[in-house]
């Protein structure tokens, strides 16, 4: 028999034949395997930015004057600062930023228009919420950048050794821009969001699959108990990660812990519920646990990607935004950051707290429905 005809009889081409015909069978699995690349590609190339512009800012204008609103605009006209209002007191520019109202504020002495006219350096200061490192950088090249502007207006064809305007940067909650102090926080919803949601979902396709969910449904338990035996102990599971990951940040990362833990471990309730009810949501929709699996990704890649766990948000255009705003992590990456580094309490919060407990509670009710109705 010669080699062309030994291949030709080779076992390998009807079992090929097969497997492509089970791939075509499997049409869900293989429009994930080919759709997902697709639309994340398409998803990402145009949202993740790493140049920040946009930054939330508001201005304590203490001089009142028409060169203090001029300073204003050129700070605006840089496009790296987009102003939000004004504020009447240094506490309030501290609150607008502990609450994330604001990313940045410019504060503008009352001797800044005298000193102007007196010859001598104005300074104005723009103070920046520097848990976010690419905030910060954006922060200190527009300021640089509108100081410049003014003080070529001012000095026209007069040259000075000192320029007559100064914009001081003061970064806040994170003065030596380490990026371990904004990453190590977000690694807690971002490993929690892994967890619930694929775990959770594998979790239930898993009994369906080896027939004994089945088994499971006609024991006395109600549904709505068997799904609350289901997630619970994953949500132990969740708090154990938030601890070993805040103590190993702690020791290994020197990431300060400045807010309340127990408002911290309350707030995280209803994300990890609303995590726990998307792993459901995802298994109902799903006949394997590859295809589980890919659902799963499906949902985490925009998850992290547009919550700004790595990518600031306000880089990102406005379409990519709203998506990032229908995604609990966004909330909770805002909580984590907010708690441990700005020491923020429930004033600050209580916002991203009760989008958590909307979102635990609608999705938990959809997966609740779909779960019923798959079983029936």
Avoid: C
């Amino acid at each position: 028999m010669t080699l062309a005809h030994r291949v030709l009889a080779s076992p390998f081409w009807p079992m090929l034949r097969k497997e492509f015909i089970q791939m075509r069978r499997d049409r869900l699995t293989l429009g994930l395997m080919i759709g997902v690349p697709a639309i994340q590609l398409v998803l990402f190339g145009f949202a993740i930015q790493t140049e920040v512009r946009n930054l939330p800012t508001v201005v304590l204008d203490e001089s009142r004057s028409s060169e203090s609103r001029a300073l204003v605009a050129a700070i605006e006209n840089t496009g790296n600062f987009r102003l939000r209002g004004t504020v009447d007191s240094r506490e309030e520019v501290r609150r607008q930023i502990v609450a994330g109202k604001a990313a940045a504020a410019v504060i503008i002495p009352p001797d800044y228009t005298d000193d102007i006219k007196h010859g001598r350096t104005a300074t104005a200061q723009v103070i920046v919420d520097a848990a976010d490192p690419l905030a910060s950088a954006a922060a200190i090249g527009g300021a640089s950048q509108a100081g410049n502007a003014r003080s070529e207006a001012l000095l026209g064809a007069n040259r000075k050794l000192e320029p007559p305007v100064r914009i001081r940067v003061r970064p806040w909650f994170n003065p030596t821009l380490r990026s371990s102090v904004y990453i190590v926080p977000g690694i807690i919803g971002v490993l929690l969001s892994m967890t619930m949601v694929v775990i959770t979902s594998v979790a239930v396709v898993r009994e369906r699959e080896r027939g004994t969910l089945e088994q499971l449904i006609v024991t006395p338990i109600s549904r709505t108990g068997l799904l609350l035996g289901k997630i619970v102990p994953f949500v132990l599971v969740g708090y154990v990660q938030i601890t070993v990951i805040l103590l190993l940040g702690r020791l290994v990362f020197n990431v300060p812990i400045l807010g309340s833990l127990p408002l911290l471990y309350a707030v995280a309730l209803p994300f990890i519920f609303a995590s726990l009810a998307i792993g459901i949501l995802l298994s109902t929709m799903v006949q394997t646990q590859a295809q589980a699996m890919q659902m799963g990704f499906l949902f985490l890649l925009p998850n992290i990607l547009l919550s700004g766990f790595m990518f600031p948000r306000e880089a990102m255009p406005e379409p990519a935004q709203w998506l990032g705003a229908a995604l609990p992590l966004t909330y909770f990456l805002q909580v984590l950051r907010a708690v441990l580094l700005k020491a923020a309490g429930p004033e600050s919060v209580w916002r991203q707290a009760l989008a958590l407990t909307g979102f635990a509670f609608g999705v938990a009710a959809v997966a609740v429905g779909r779960f019923r109705k798959t079983l029936e």
